[in-house]
């Protein structure tokens, strides 16, 4: 008699998908990116677990929140705008190492850069349960950090900071617009799921007047008429609603780019106040009239040209050396009547 043969079937092991450190957003090898560490820990500051307010927060999964918590941190940092001038003061937002010791110190009041965004979003996603989390950096010299966490259900890359189309998820939040920051490589229809549920219920209400300004974010056919851009009512309205220097960078810069032919030229500058101090500011010119708003108060006011180029003469102003603008171009087509005075 021949013996039968038994068939065992080998139980289908589900495949948990885990985040590649080393690879680029679209999780491809890349020697410019891996997984960072910090030689030491650090405690998330009190007031700002208060100003996140868990006890908020419906979502049971550890997906749900987990989004919310990354929605909850873009409404509440502001991004240190001063980081353009790093050649011009030692601050510790200026180095990953240095900055560190801020981490803990870090709360919505306090200026952050993607350093301790990502420290402090992988440090609270890892104290949800399910959750893994871990900062990623970028470039050979530590220039760039994002971070990625996963579940045994989604996959997530995480790019709060660098801006998508001109906005950064931190201002699109605060703006009322969907993040575009998370890239989500596993996990795609639950993802999906929660962003239709939770994304809307977290976006500000503008008011109307500030709703009325950004038409042309989400339809470009309502951006209005050259010469009726008007820039005080808009600066009027950020600062009404709260929006941060860094975000009304964004906002005019995106505003400016999108006519054929700019109603403004822009420049990145900063006021020095002290040895490590500098107010940023952005300074506009429009044909021979300058102006300059404050980003930390959001505040618009006139600068007379001879201002304008003693500041520089005497290093009473230092500006971002970007691709937006040179100084050079910025000063040499001030009208000659203008330079007459100086």
């Known amino acids: ?3 039968k043969i038994c068939i065992v079937k080998k139980p289908v092991v589900e495949k948990i998908y885990r985040f590649n450190p080393v690879g680029d957003r679209d999780g491809q090898p890349s020697p410019y990116h891996h997984e960072y560490h910090d030689q030491q820990d650090f405690v998330v500051n009190e007031n700002l677990l208060q100003q996140i307010g868990w006890e908020n927060c419906q979502e049971k999964t550890p997906e ?19 980081i353009f001038f790093s050649d011009h003061r030692q601050h510790p937002n200026d180095d990953p190492y240095k900055s560190f010791a801020i981490a803990g110190q870090t709360t919505a009041e306090t200026p952050t850069t993607c350093f301790n965004f990502s420290r402090i979003a992988v440090k609270l996603l890892n104290q949800i349960e399910g959750v893994h989390a871990l900062m990623i950096t970028v470039g050979s010299n530590d220039g760039h950090f994002r971070f990625g966490y996963y ?6 890359d995480a790019e709060p900071t660098s801006p998508k189309h001109h906005y950064n998820d931190m201002a699109r939040v605060k703006l009322g617009i969907a993040p575009q920051g998370l890239n989500v490589l596993y996990g795609q229809d639950l993802m999906q799921e929660l962003e239709k549920r939770i994304v809307p219920k977290m976006l500000p209400h503008l008011t109307p007047d500030l709703e009325e300004e950004l038409a042309w974010l989400r339809d470009e056919k309502q951006l209005p008429p050259v010469e ?4 005080k009512p808009l600066i009027d309205h950020l600062r009404q609603n709260n929006i941060d220097g860094a975000t009304t960078l964004q906002v005019l810069f995106d505003l400016n780019r999108r006519y054929e032919k700019p109603p403004y030229k822009l420049l990145r500058a900063g006021f020095v106040r002290g040895e490590n101090k500098i107010d940023p500011q952005l300074l506009l010119r429009k044909d021979n009239r ?4 404050d980003l930390a108060s959001v505040e618009l006011s006139n600068l007379p040209v001879p201002v304008f180029d003693m500041g520089f003469t005497y290093g009473d102003i230092v ?7 040179q100084y050079l171009d910025f000063s040499c087509s001030l009208a000659a009547e203008d330079v007459r005075q100086r």
Do not use: P, S
Not at 73 to 80: M, V
Not at 290 to 293: E, F, V
């Open 64 to 82: 749900g929140r987990a989004l919310w918590l990354y929605m909850r941190l873009c409404q509440l940092f502001k991004y240190d705008e001063g």
């Open 319 to 325: 500006y971002a050396n970007d691709e937006i603008e």
């Open 1 to 3: 008699m021949k013996k």
């Open 290 to 293: 300058l102006a300059r708003i």
């Open 228 to 231: 009726q851009v008007k820039i």
């Open 151 to 156: 579940t045994d259900k989604v996959t997530v």
